[in-house]
């Protein structure tokens, strides 16, 4: 259940670590139980779980931005009606992320005031802009591809109300990887500036989507005890080679050239991709990418603009409730 | 300013005709109304459902994951609760 309001009221020794219980939560996490929020778990694989489902949940809004900009500007009234379906679907996903996050004890208007703060992340991918149509079409196609190779193996995870959000949003999310890759079809068979337009939109994107998975395993800080937990199934590693081999085919099909010279099959067929330049990604991810500014500032001001709505609604449900009691004791 | 929260509700969905209402996940609203729109727009998008019910998380007492033993063991030592514990002559056929 995702409820917060279902979590009995806290214990003492909710944020202690005990070796006792951490042994036996082990235990169950071997056995491929499923944790809820009302189970006892050690303090670090709370401050994990709502540390990562808080980010992805930012991730999912703010991710509703690069795309959106393009809602007004969509070539024909179908793809108009695809892509404002799927901004709906980020923002729902969103939801059901905070949901599952605050099971585990922080409210979703504790967990948005961090972002706005500037205290919690999102992905960084979401920082570079959308200077073309096709890069709608390489969104879905990539960062959502990406997005699901990364989402699957959470089905899985030892946390239940991340898992049970994570079934839901892979169900969805493989309309936008369609369309996105049917925007870039649409492109390549189209005339010449259609496809180096194509072409530009995967140049800019190929590299910062590969840094979608994270810090490569050797220097990844979180990535030890997240596997013990069952949190994590995969290595940042293994699954950027799963994405990168599932989509040169794609690229080969559509005729684009993926923007790494040194790319080359081995002998077991995996596609082997050249250094990445993780100065880049430490840069966006310290705030220094094309967009953060941007992005932040646009969240902030849709924050500000939405008050009044919630004020308003909650003062009408004040309202009603207080008039229901009187209406009762009359 | 810290944003202040707005009340949590558990959404459950009637997907077919004849099934059960089921839990699908939970919501913020401030009243009933908006609560069911929210759930419309965040759970039904995709025909989903044919109904729907949101209840305040507030309303819903749980049994405490802690007890459980104390709950439901007393169930599992009853065998003679189920219809295999009896023997019926094979002759007599399906019963």
Not at chain 1, 228 to 236: E, G, L, P
Request: neutral net charge; charged residues 25%.
């Amino acid at each position: 259940m995702y409820t917060q309001a279902l979590n009995t009221a806290e214990t003492a020794d909710r944020d202690l670590e005990d070796a006792g219980k951490a042994a036996q939560f082990q235990a169950r996490i071997d056995a491929e139980e499923r944790i809820e929020p009302n189970d006892w778990m050690p303090a670090a694989y709370r401050k994990t779980l709502t540390r990562q489902i808080s980010q992805h949940a930012h991730s999912e809004i703010v991710g509703m931005l690069p795309e959106g900009n393009w809602i007004t500007r969509a070539p024909t009234l179908r793809r108009k009606a695809a892509l404002l379906a799927k901004v709906q679907d980020e923002c729902g996903h969103g939801l059901y992320l905070y949901a599952a996050a605050e099971t585990l004890g922080s409210s979703r208007e504790e967990l948005v005031d961090a972002m706005l703060a500037g205290k919690a992340k999102y992905s960084s991918i979401f920082n570079y802009p959308t200077l073309t149509w096709a890069d709608i079409g390489t969104i879905g196609w990539l960062v959502d591809g990406a997005a699901i190779m990364n989402q699957i193996p959470l089905c899985r995870c030892s946390y239940g109300p991340y898992a049970r959000a994570m079934i839901r949003v892979c169900k969805e999310e493989s309309f936008h990887q369609r369309q996105g890759y049917e925007i870039m079809v649409t492109l390549c068979r189209g005339s010449e500036e259609q496809k180096a337009m194509a072409q530009d939109a995967l140049n800019r994107w190929w590299w910062p989507v590969l840094m979608m998975f994270g810090p490569p395993d050797a220097t990844s800080q979180h990535s030890d005890t997240s596997t013990k937990w069952k949190i994590k199934r995969f290595s940042n590693d293994e699954l950027r080679q799963k994405f990168v081999d599932a989509t040169v085919p794609q690229a080969q099909y559509l005729g684009l050239t993926i923007p790494d010279p040194g790319m080359a099959q081995d002998a077991d067929g995996h596609w082997r991709y050249s250094e990445i330049d993780w100065t880049e990604f430490k840069q966006v991810l310290a705030g220094n990418g094309p967009c953060n500014r941007d992005r932040m500032a646009a969240r902030r001001k849709a924050h500000e603009e939405g008050a009044w709505v919630r004020e308003a609604a909650a003062s009408y449900a004040a309202k009603r409730a207080q008039r229901q009691t009187a209406q009762a004791a009359e | 300013m810290a944003t202040p929260n707005t009340p949590l509700w558990e959404v459950f969905i009637r997907s077919r005709n004849g099934l059960a209402h089921k839990h699908v996940g939970s919501l913020h609203a401030s009243d009933a109304t908006m609560a069911l729109q929210a759930a419309r727009d965040i759970y039904t998008r995709r025909g989903e459902g044919l109904s729907i019910w949101v209840v305040p998380s507030s309303t819903i007492t749980a049994s405490d994951p802690a007890e459980k033993g104390m709950m439901f063991e007393p169930a599992e030592s009853k065998i003679y609760r189920h219809p295999t514990f009896y023997e019926v002559p094979e002759e007599v056929g399906h019963m």
